[in-house]
């Protein structure tokens, strides 16, 4: 059973910081296509970023510039650094994985198996 564990999250101020990260529990982080996504209050879920096996990124274009999305195979470990915070960027944030074999092309379109609980980041002026 893979589990998802995300962490980082919390309060910052409009123009500010936060560095997410996600602690996957598999053999190896690598043969993963891993994204983020973030649901707002009373909006739909919403593709953040993604990264395949081989480390290439794609973006929403609500993000793009200001967050990237990174991982460490070593430390099976997921990241999403946030800058340039803006309160539309409050949300539950979701870390998701699927094996890399299971999905043509990585994305926030691909069909995640696996999903963490997610973890609440709110921006604030």
């Known amino acids: 059973q893979v589990r998802l564990v995300e962490s980082g999250g919390g309060s910052v101020e409009v123009g500010g910081s936060l560095r997410l990260s996600c602690a996957a529990s598999v053999y190896r982080i690598s043969s993963y296509c891993m994204a983020w996504f973030r649901q707002a209050p009373g909006k739909e879920r919403e593709g953040v970023a993604a990264i395949d096996s081989g480390g290439r990124t794609s973006y929403a274009d609500s993000v793009k510039g200001r967050f990237t999305i990174s991982k460490d195979n070593a430390k099976n470990t997921l990241f999403l650094q946030m800058n340039s915070l803006k309160s539309e960027d409050t949300a539950m944030y979701y870390c998701?994985?699927?094996?890399?074999?299971?999905?043509?092309?990585?994305?926030?379109?691909?069909?995640?198996?696996?999903w963490g609980q997610g973890i609440l980041v709110t921006v604030s002026s």
């Open positions: 998701a994985a699927v094996p890399s074999l299971w999905v043509g092309y990585c994305s926030v379109l691909s069909q995640f198996e696996y």
